[in-house]
Nanobody, 124 residues
């Protein structure tokens, strides 16, 4: 069974950077795309980014494009989310998840295993 575990969240001032990590168990880790979602207080969970199983393809939400970068290290069964130029509106709990369905990476329904989340707080 795959159980993603996120880390790296914290508090940062606007304009700062954080790097989130997501470690996932399972020998088939490298065959699946992995994504990041976030949920701000009072809002629905939203797509942030996804990286293909090979790591060659990345897709981003418009709100983070140019500021965030997703990557993976297959040897460590870990994916990363480098977040630069952070804004107060990036404040949220960030979740990583395994994509079980490649038809719509923007939809939560395409992901089966989810981590517990890590809090990111950006102050103005």
């Amino acid at each position: 069974q795959v159980q993603p575990v996120e880390s790296g969240g914290g508090w940062v001032q606007a304009g700062g950077s954080l790097r989130l990590s997501c470690a996932a168990s399972g020998r088939t880790f490298n065959t699946y795309a992995m994504g990041w979602f976030r949920q701000a207080p009072g809002k629905e969970r939203e797509f942030v980014a996804v990286v293909s199983g090979s790591g060659a393809v990345q897709v981003y939400a418009d709100s983070v494009k140019g500021r965030f970068s997703i990557s993976r290290n297959s040897a460590k069964n870990t994916i990363y989310l480098q977040m630069n130029s952070l804004k107060p509106e990036d404040t949220a709990i960030y979740y990583c998840a395994r994509a079980s369905d490649s038809s719509d990476y923007y939809s939560e329904a395409s992901y089966d295993y989810w981590g517990q989340g890590t809090q990111v707080t950006v102050s103005s």
